[in-house]
């Protein structure tokens, strides 16, 4: 479950909308919606392009870790 609250506090906290994540995801805002929530589970492609983004590790958003400084 921590997946879903940490890729919503990451958007947050880079000041994006989900519309501009979908956009950047090549996917309708809908669908990413679903990811956020909960209601689907984010494909192995879509979490890495996440943690490329956000500059963390895809164990980070998975929850198993809390270390969120950024991978090198």
Excluded: F
């Amino acid at each position: 479950m921590a997946c879903y609250r940490r890729i919503k506090e990451l958007r947050e906290d880079h000041d994006m909308t989900q519309r501009d994540l979908a956009e950047l995801l090549n996917m309708p805002q809908s669908q990413y919606w679903r990811y956020e929530r909960g209601y689907r589970d984010i494909p192995t492609d879509i979490l890495i392009r996440l943690a490329d983004y956000y500059k963390v590790s895809v164990d980070y958003l998975l929850g198993r870790t809390n270390n969120a400084k950024p991978y090198t």
